[in-house]
């Protein structure tokens, strides 16, 4: 199996400007994660999903954040306007119906200038 | 509310001896317990697991020892190896919660030869 893809693996962009990021879970996986990762708050779970729903989204920090899952083998995140505090490293990780362990993808490195 | 704790954030070992990465928790729900492995610029990798019916769980040169009492797991790496200086994190999770993680903060390791 492929594992967890990711894209684009790195973004750079103007604050004000949209972004999407990708992620495509491990064939099979019913539950997908979105992580943040930075400095200061360390690894921080943004949304989930099991079986393409959103079961909890209390961690997106605000309303320029939205996440969809159309089908089982897609996911977005999106940050629109996007700002500079948004920089941070992004994961996506997904997990099997069978247990909790959750493997993660690469990870996208943004950047907002 | 931090639920996971790893209140050491760096560890130098010598090559050969033997790492001691600790965690603990808060949450007496907590019933699996995992511990991730992250490379710079890599997404963090799944190395080891353990459900709170066992107190220890062995996977070459790792072991993880736990506590329910105390709170607390470890992870032993013996012996240890440069190639295992990275970024650990342990998280933990609750039955039948949708596969939701709650991950610490890391611990970075450093492996000397």
């Known amino acids: 199996d492929a594992g967890v893809i990711q894209s684009p693996r790195h973004e750079v962009t103007e604050m004000g400007q949209e972004v999407t990021l990708r992620c495509k879970p491990i064939?099979?996986?019913?539950?997908l994660f979105w992580y943040r990762q930075t400095m200061m708050r360390g690894l921080e779970l943004l949304i989930y999903?099991?079986?393409?729903?959103?079961?909890?989204d209390s961690g997106m920090p605000e309303d320029r954040f939205s996440a969809k899952m159309p089908n089982a083998s897609f996911s977005t995140l999106k940050i629109q306007p996007s700002e500079p505090r948004d920089s941070a490293v992004y994961f996506c990780?997904?997990?099997?119906?069978?247990?909790?362990?959750?493997?993660f993808g690469p990870g996208t490195r943004l950047t907002v200038l | 509310d931090q639920q996971v704790k790893q209140n050491s954030p760096s560890l130098s070992v010598q090559e050969g001896r033997i790492s001691i990465l600790n965690c603990d928790y808060t949450n007496s729900m907590f019933d699996y317990f995992l511990w991730y492995k992250k490379y710079p610029a890599e997404g963090p990798t799944f190395l080891i697991s353990?459900?709170?019916?066992?107190d220890k769980n062995e996977d070459g040169r790792f072991t993880v020892f736990l506590n329910k009492s105390a709170k607390h797991l470890s992870l032993h790496i013996v012996p240890s190896q440069p190639g295992d200086s990275a970024v650990y994190f342990c998280?933990?999770?609750?039955?039948?919660?949708?596969?939701?993680?709650?991950f610490g903060q890391g611990t970075e390791l450093s492996v000397k030869p």
């Open positions: 353990i459900s709170s019916i066992k």
């Open positions: 064939s099979g996986h019913n539950s």
């Open positions: 998280a933990a999770s609750v039955y039948n919660q949708g596969g939701k993680l709650i």
């Open positions: 990780a997904s997990s099997s119906p069978l247990r909790d362990t959750q493997y």
């Open positions: 999903f099991n079986n393409n729903v959103p079961i909890d």
